[in-house]
């Protein structure tokens, strides 16, 4: 690696960072900073901070606990904690992540709005919101001025609990007293919540205040508001904002063309969205399959079934997969139809090759094959799709109660399902038992 050859002064936070960036994998840059400290670098404080956040990401938290602790006090500083803190809100380790914020605040380490911030999005994950905001009375009683991100998951914790009203005041508390942290991200969260709630003409002036927020050049902006104006039902400004992002950038990339595919697709506009994605299949110098998958499920809700296959075909063609989500799209098309002649065998297809990718169809796409076979009464095909789950590790409890159910309702006899399915590794619940029961002839 021409690693070896680059001078220590070479190895700022800056280029690890970025060589992590370009390489979009923590594992890899994990592996550069281990080899790196092999080397007896130098590492800077902050490096330790990142070398602890991925550790966490990459050999899970057991890993980045044995990392800190084999620190030493003088490299144990308050941005070292707060990676470790980082790792325990992600991984909604509560107990752990208050110990150690105690701590923090203790010694002293928390005067920046961050560590608040951490614990605010673990308790947002959790659902309990009005943790969310006791923490956010914290930070007052601190004088810890919130920044961005606070103001944001305070507003949506009051959006949750209902209270529009309260995230109103949070946002006004904003301009009046830290006017220079609500810029075009505080006005879309604003019009997120407006959307959620129902109240579209507080969302479309929302908007309008991004749209005057936001720098020209600035694509996450223009990937809000077309997603948001998409969720105002507002077409025209979709295609508006789409025209401009077009004109103002020199690169449209897949993300941006996959962000329009989108809105275009749940507003319905087929048209505008064919010839979207015609553009880009022309133009496009990296075929995603994110974009095909996203036109196949507007042209199926439409019932275009051979614009579907035609852009599947495509998508076949020119890429490399995986394809699962495709098929998918197509199983759940064909099941809501009842059409199972249809849906079994592309679940075949896409069971026939788990052992290159590993793969699991999603819990409602289960579901409906499940409700198909018990209203039909439909035993073999039952067991088919049993043996297809059984090769993508899917044989639980409830795959069995439906098989059992199939079985009830068609009258035909059962093996012995308590047998099958200790040899399943399913555990045989009451419930079950009293389902055998019920279904055994007297």
């Not at 109240?199 to 990937?223: F, I, T």
């Not at 133009?283 to 095909?292: G, M, N, P, R």
Request: hydrophobic share 40%.
């Amino acid at each position: 690696m021409r690693i070896y050859y680059l001078p220590l002064e070479f190895w700022t936070l800056d280029v690890i960072t970025g060589i992590g960036r370009a390489m979009g994998s923590p594992i890899k840059v994990d592996g550069i900073m281990e080899w790196m400290e092999f080397r007896k670098f130098n590492f800077r404080q902050g490096n330790y901070a990142i070398r602890l956040d991925l550790i966490g990401k990459v050999k899970g938290i057991a890993a980045a606990e044995d990392y800190f602790n084999s620190l030493s006090p003088t490299t144990a500083v308050h941005c070292v904690y707060g990676a470790l803190l980082n790792c325990y809100c992600k991984a909604k380790m509560a107990d752990k992540a208050l110990e150690l914020f105690a701590k923090m605040v203790k010694d002293n380490m928390v005067v920046k709005p961050l560590p608040f911030n951490n614990l605010m999005s673990m308790y947002a994950g959790l659902g309990k919101h009005e943790k969310v905001l006791v923490l956010g009375e914290e930070m007052k009683k601190e004088n810890i001025r919130p920044d961005t991100c606070t103001y944001n998951l305070l507003m949506n914790s009051h959006a949750h609990l209902n209270d529009i009203e309260g995230a109103e005041r949070v946002f006004e508390e904003m301009k009046l007293e830290n006017g220079k942290e609500c810029n075009w991200t505080s006005y879309s969260n604003l019009a997120n919540i407006y959307i959620k709630a129902g109240y579209q003409e507080k969302a479309k002036l929302a908007l309008q205040n991004v749209e005057k927020e936001m720098g020209s050049h600035d694509r996450e902006a223009y990937h809000f508001l077309i997603s948001l104006y998409a969720g105002v039902s507002d077409l025209d400004s979709v295609h508006r904002i789409w025209k401009s992002l077009k004109s103002t950038l020199a690169i449209i990339t897949n993300r941006s063309y996959l962000v329009v595919l989108q809105a275009l697709g749940n507003l319905g506009d087929i048209e505008g969205m064919t010839k979207c994605y015609k553009e880009w299949e022309c133009a496009c110098s990296s075929y995603d399959v994110k974009l095909a998958t996203a036109v196949i499920r507007a042209y199926l809700r439409h019932d275009m079934v051979d614009e579907a296959e035609s852009v599947l075909e495509v998508a076949i063609r020119r890429s490399e997969g995986p394809f699962f989500y495709l098929w998918e799209q197509f199983m759940i098309f064909y099941l809501n139809k009842n059409q199972i002649k249809q849906a079994l065998p592309i679940m075949e297809t896409a069971t026939s090759l788990t052992h290159k990718i590993k793969w699991q169809p999603r819990s409602d796409t289960i579901g409906k094959f499940l409700n198909y076979f018990e209203q039909e009464s439909d035993v073999s095909r039952a067991e088919e799709f049993y043996h297809l789950m059984k090769k993508v590790n899917c044989v639980d409890s409830r795959l069995y109660k439906s098989l059992i159910v199939t079985y009830k309702t068609s009258g035909e006899t059962m093996l012995d399902m308590c047998a099958r399915m200790k040899g399943d590794g399913v555990e045989v619940s009451s419930e079950i038992e009293h389902l055998l029961a019920s279904a055994s002839p007297e």
